[in-house]
């Protein structure tokens, strides 16, 4: 079967840590219920090619899989069709045999703001909530991790994840269909979990930390990565109806009210690692994402804020842990 392979994989490294309360949602019928297994369909057409490669894969801030030689010049143009398919690319950027895809993010700069300061991901076994089509993913394996679980729930991300995949069936990055309330029926003991750009998306950004918090081994560590305003503890942000053209933001924390979100839903260790204004340095529209971006979002005749005339997006990484 289509990922059969990968979840037997997944099932075989849950089995023997303490991740096992997870082996219900690597079940393949499951998995594949999702959205009636469409999100596979490219994957799928991919398989045509996949057994032509060799692997020669770097996973730094760019994902390079194999290189152009690999491919003739119609299985090129059969990957290069399926991944232009796939747009938009939101996530990356990513080279898959040649083909750059320069998405509307440039992942790498939140990675540099923060892989220096956490604790290492050698051996751990980390969970990436929201994670999209799993560019980070990639990068804590390069960063040794001994497994990544990924959580997302956009159908088109797991679309781009699984075909990227196809390609990598020895890398331990997996990308489940679930949203993190799903899963979090059970807890769970990861080494380290990764939250960023989810919990402005919540409406309950207390349920989604305490989410956190079961997912979470009582000496792991949880990084947070969030948009933030300016304000006194206890102030967020709540934008009327759009915030720099997104409709689905709820709430922006001051970093003093996040600290105390975090506090009082039980975390210790409380360390902001870094703040940074979002430019179209980092989130523009591209070739692989030819829709609106960050530029669209923001008033033209004063950066600072945005078309609603909010505060312009800035974002804040912070840390926390459950033991003293
Ligand atoms: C702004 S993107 C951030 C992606 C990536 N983590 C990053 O930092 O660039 C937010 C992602 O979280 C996903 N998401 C939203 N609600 C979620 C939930 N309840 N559980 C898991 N993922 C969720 C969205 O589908 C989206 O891909």
Not at 23 to 37: D, I, L, Y
Not at 247 to 260: A, C, D, H, K
Not at 290 to 304: H, I, K, V
């Amino acid at each position: 079967m289509k990922v059969n392979n990968d979840l037997k994989r997944l099932q075989d490294k849950i089995s023997e840590s303490k991740l096992s309360a997870l082996e219900p949602f690597t079940n393949q019928a499951k998995f594949v219920g999702v959205g009636q297994g469409r999100f596979l369909t490219p994957r799928e057409e991919l398989s045509k090619i996949s057994r032509n490669y060799t692997a020669n894969n770097t996973f730094g801030d760019l994902i390079e899989i194999g290189n152009k030689n690999d491919l003739d010049k119609s299985l090129y143009k059969i990957l290069y069709d399926q991944l232009e398919k796939l747009k938009p690319w939101r996530k990356g950027p990513f080279s898959l045999f040649g083909i750059h895809i320069d998405s509307e993010w440039k992942c790498h700069m939140k990675w540099a703001r923060l892989i220096k300061q956490i604790r290492p991901l050698a051996g751990k076994r980390i969970l990436d909530v929201g994670s999209g089509n799993g560019y980070f993913g990639f990068r804590m394996l390069e960063a040794g991790a001994n497994l990544v679980i990924g959580l997302e729930p956009h159908l088109p991300y797991l679309s781009q994840f699984w075909a990227i995949k196809l390609f990598l069936p020895q890398t331990d990055n997996y990308v489940l269909p679930y949203r993190l309330e799903d899963v979090t029926t059970s807890s769970y003991c990861f080494d380290t979990v990764f939250s960023m750009g989810v919990i402005y998306h919540r409406r309950s950004p207390i349920d989604h930390i305490l989410q956190l918090k079961k997912c979470l081994a009582p000496t792991g560590q949880l990084i947070l990565e969030t948009l933030f305003v300016d304000g006194p503890t206890g102030f967020c942000l709540m934008p009327r109806k759009n915030y720099a053209r997104m409709n689905n933001v709820w709430f922006i924390p001051s970093r003093g009210t996040l600290e105390q979100w975090l506090a009082r839903c039980g975390f210790n260790n409380i360390n902001v690692l870094d703040t940074s204004t979002t430019t179209t340095l980092e989130q523009r529209k591209t070739k692989w994402m030819p829709f609106d971006s960050l530029g669209e979002g923001l008033d033209r005749s004063n950066n600072a804020l945005t078309i609603e005339g909010y505060p312009s997006p800035r974002r804040i990484i912070i840390v926390a842990s459950l033991n003293g």
